[in-house]
């Protein structure tokens, strides 16, 4: 049971949340017309990133090139984070080239958008690109590579080059926690010292 201090907060709280949501709606009106257009029906493009990507697969190139356009970080996260899936492998160039351009000291975007798009190349990467994925992985100035390792760590069973590379990666401090978080799988294939 709250308390009248607690009650006042929650109302507080609850207020808070309304109003920005009617501002994601304000905001996403066009973009929202766009997708109903194409049979997605969301109040705030907020919503999808937590539906099932058949469900929207049909507007994923709307979804990129408002990606584009000056939104707040909120709706670019989402709109990122809606990207974030193998079915939108053919805007992963682009999405990698918006992740560095997020990350640049000089960027006024805000930590959710380049979270969200480090997700969105995690999610979206081809899997002939693995070289391009080492790359991102390692380079230091990159936010948030630890979200990157998803598509690393469903493969590190499978390959010598995978293993080793993993064990390259456990000692980045940026990455070692997630990393030494993994089970060690059965058939995981063990990095040969020479």
Excluded: C
């Excluded at 080239?97 to 995690?122: D, E, N, W």
């Excluded at 390959?159 to 401090?173: G, K, N, Q, T």
């Amino acid at each position: 049971m709250l308390t009248e201090d607690g009650r006042k907060k929650r109302a507080k709280q609850d207020a808070e949340i309304e109003a920005r949501i009617a501002a994601f709606k304000v905001e996403q009106a066009a973009l929202l017309r766009e997708l109903a257009n194409v049979g997605v029906h969301v109040d705030i493009v907020n919503q999808l990133p937590n539906m099932s990507t058949e469900q929207y697969e049909q507007a994923l190139p709307i979804l990129f090139e408002h990606l584009h356009l000056p939104y707040s970080d909120g709706t670019l996260a989402s709109l990122a984070r809606s990207l974030a899936t193998k079915e939108a492998r053919k805007y992963w160039d682009e999405l990698v080239l918006l992740y560095r351009r997020a990350a640049h000291p000089q960027s006024k975007q805000g930590a959710s958008v380049s979270m969200a798009l480090a997700a969105a190349v995690a999610g979206s990467w081809p899997p002939n690109r693995l070289s391009d994925l080492i790359t991102l992985l390692r380079d230091e100035q990159l936010p948030y590579r630890a979200l990157l390792l998803g598509p690393i760590r469903r493969k590190r069973g499978k390959s010598a080059e995978i293993a080793l590379l993993v064990e390259e990666l456990r000692h980045d401090p940026a990455l070692a926690t997630e990393i030494n978080s993994w089970k060690t799988l059965p058939t995981q294939v063990k990095p040969q010292s020479h």
